[in-house]
């Protein structure tokens, strides 16, 4: 989590947000990949054939739960800062014609606006 606090804070200064009113919540974390953590990533692993990996339906539910949690926040306009994975199980909710394992990926420092 450490990297999003840190791009979070660079784009609430950028943008004369207070870092100080940044919201966190552990829901938002990066799926967990177990032994494969650091480790390049292989397109064609069938990572919910590996014990130790947040399998998918795990990572949905959690996406799900977070996604109530935004709902939950006093804004108009609310910016999340996440890694792929997460991002992609949260669109998933937010447009049903992009489910998870889509081939349409969400690309590094990508800015999308759901509504």
Do not use: C
């Amino acid at each position: 989590m450490h990297r999003t606090k840190e791009t979070a804070t660079i784009i609430a200064k950028e943008i004369g947000y207070n870092p100080a009113k940044i919201e966190y919540n552990s829901l938002l974390i990066e799926r967990h990949f177990g032994e494969l953590e650091g480790k390049p990533w292989d397109p064609d692993l069938d990572m919910d054939g590996i014990a130790d990996i947040e399998s998918v339906d795990t990572l949905l539910e959690r996406s799900r739960l977070a996604l109530e949690w935004l709902h939950t926040l006093a804004a108009h306009n609310i910016l999340v800062v996440s890694h792929g994975s997460f991002g992609r199980a949260l669109r998933s909710h937010l447009i049903p014609e992009y489910p998870f394992d889509s081939p349409t990926r969400l690309q590094n420092a990508e800015i999308h606006r759901w509504v």
